[in-house]
């Protein structure tokens, strides 16, 4: 394998998600230079059909301070229905990365309020010196929703790439109708998920290893 095969793919092993931050702000600079990087991302028709709203500081301490008690008193609205359905094989493995994240935490099946707890830490960016909202411009649907994924792969492939670790939140997604406000975003941007990032911590809540389908399960070849 080439040299710059197996830098690829080092990256692409060493991305999973992250749930716990060092106190250490980014850089502006590398910051833009991943969200520059990222840039690149294909598109359909190159329409590049993505937003980026980057917050930190001030701005992010006060959604730190507000979120847990907005989600808590039931102001939650999607831009984007959360109606998939998870049955068979989609459930075991829902299942599956949900038990490695609890196992790590210590948390058992039957604590539901640490189990609640954990979840409410989504609202505090798990402690992330900074949170990236993904947001698609609100006349696009599905096919552009792909190119905005594409992009926001990039995205956390050169986090890694700078020695960053990062966690996708749709949950920060159930939160559209207050984040997009506290952004001064209009109606013209719906919001798909968000992106906690920074210097991961080596707690063991960032040591969880998720499997993946075999490659068999996955690619046929058609000859
Ligand atoms: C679009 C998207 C949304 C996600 N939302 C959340 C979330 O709200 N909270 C969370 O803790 N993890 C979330 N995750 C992380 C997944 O649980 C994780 O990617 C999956 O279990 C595979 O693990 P890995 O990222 O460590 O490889 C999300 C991932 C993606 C791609």
Not at 84 to 108: C, F, H, N, P, W
Request: charged share 15%; with cysteine; hydrophobic share 45%.
């Amino acid at each position: 394998m080439s040299e710059q095969a197996e830098a690829f793919l080092n990256i692409v092993a060493n991305r999973r998600s992250m749930r716990a931050f060092k106190p250490d702000p980014v850089p502006r600079a590398v910051i833009e230079a991943v969200m520059g990087g990222a840039q690149q991302a294909p598109s359909n028709c190159n329409t590049q059909p993505w937003f980026v709203h980057v917050v930190t500081g001030d701005m992010l301490e006060q959604l730190r301070a507000t979120l847990p008690t907005q989600f808590a008193a039931g102001e939650m609205a999607l831009d984007f229905p959360y109606d998939g359905q998870y049955d068979g094989v989609y459930k075991e493995r829902q299942y599956a990365s949900a038990t490695a994240l609890y196992d790590a935490l210590g948390i058992s099946r039957d604590e539901k309020a640490a189990r609640n707890n954990w979840f409410m830490r989504n609202f505090t960016f798990f402690d992330a010196p900074a949170v990236a909202f993904f947001t698609l411009p609100s006349q696009f649907g599905l096919r552009e929703a792909c190119d905005l994924g594409m992009y926001a792969q990039t995205v956390m492939l050169g986090l890694v790439a700078h020695g960053l670790g990062s966690c996708p939140q749709t949950s920060l997604g159930f939160m559209a109708n207050v984040i997009r406000p506290a952004l001064g975003l209009g109606d013209h941007e719906k919001l798909m998920f968000g992106l906690s990032f920074g210097y991961p911590t080596e707690t063991p809540v960032n040591q969880v290893q998720t499997e993946r389908a075999a490659l068999h399960d996955v690619v046929t070849f058609h000859e």
